[in-house]
C-alpha cells in the first residue's frame, strides 16, 4: 500500500481541475485501486491511499491523471505504508 500526499496553493486551475479528478479517483476506488481519499482539514492538500504492488503502479496513475501536474498541486511526498489495521 501507498500514500500519496499533495499540496495545494490557491490557484484557480486547481479547483477547476478537481471534479474530473474526484471522478477519476472514484472510479479507482470501485476497482479496489484507491482505499481512501480527501483533502485535509484545512485544504492546505490531500491524502491519497493506493493499493498498488509497487512504486512503478503508483507513478503510472499519478501520470495518468492531469491533476497532479496543475498548477496549484503538487505532489509533496509518495511513501510506501505497511497498515497493520484495516
Request: proline share 7%.
Amino acid at each position: 500500500m501507498w500514500t500519496v500526499e499533495l499540496t495545494f496553493t490557491s490557484e484557480p486551475e486547481r479547483l477547476a481541475a478537481r471534479a474530473a479528478h474526484r471522478h477519476r479517483l472514484a472510479a479507482l476506488h470501485r476497482d479496489g485501486t484507491i482505499r481512501m481519499a480527501g483533502p485535509f482539514a484545512d485544504d492546505s492538500g490531500a491524502m491519497i491511499i493506493v493499493d498498488a504492488p509497487d512504486r512503478e503502479t503508483v507513478d503510472a496513475l499519478i501520470a495518468a491523471d492531469p491533476y497532479f501536474t496543475t498548477p496549484g498541486v503538487t505532489v509533496a511526498r509518495i511513501r510506501q505504508w505497511q497498515p497493520f489495521l484495516q
